[in-house]
Nanobody
């Protein structure tokens, strides 16, 4: 199962690095991604990485967040720097078809973790 860890609370400008166990889902032609959902908002894409290591980011996090995997492809990370209160949300890791990397639609992603809360205070 996918399961996130490493969420938490931080002040504006700080950093967090949530991670997710993914070994069951790192198969050929996969896409792994991080999505987030603020309270009362819709689930939105944040970053994706495909089986070749190609990464994509939404404009809101480009230059501040970095998605990566360990060499064994068992853990997915999201390095989050320069955090802003607008980044406050539940963060989810997900796995889906490789063709959906960088397209941000959460519907094709069939497997999801339960989420990890990230709270950024001003």
């Amino acid at each position: 199962h996918l399961r996130e860890s490493g969420g938490g609370s931080v002040q504006s400008g700080g950093s967090l690095r949530p991670f997710c166990s993914t070994s069951e889902y790192a198969r050929d032609s996969y896409c792994l991604g991080w999505f987030r959902q603020a309270q009362g908002g819709q689930r939105e894409g944040v970053a994706t990485i495909d089986h070749n290591g190609v990464t994509s980011y939404t404009d809101a996090v480009k230059g501040r967040f970095a998605i990566s995997q360990d060499n064994a492809k068992t853990t997915l990370y999201l390095q989050m720097d320069s955090l802003d209160p607008d980044d406050t949300a539940m963060y989810y890791c997900a796995s889906g078809p490789g063709s959906y990397c960088g397209r941000w639609d959460p519907l094709p992603f069939a497997w999801w973790g339960p989420g990890a809360q990230v709270t950024v205070s001003s």
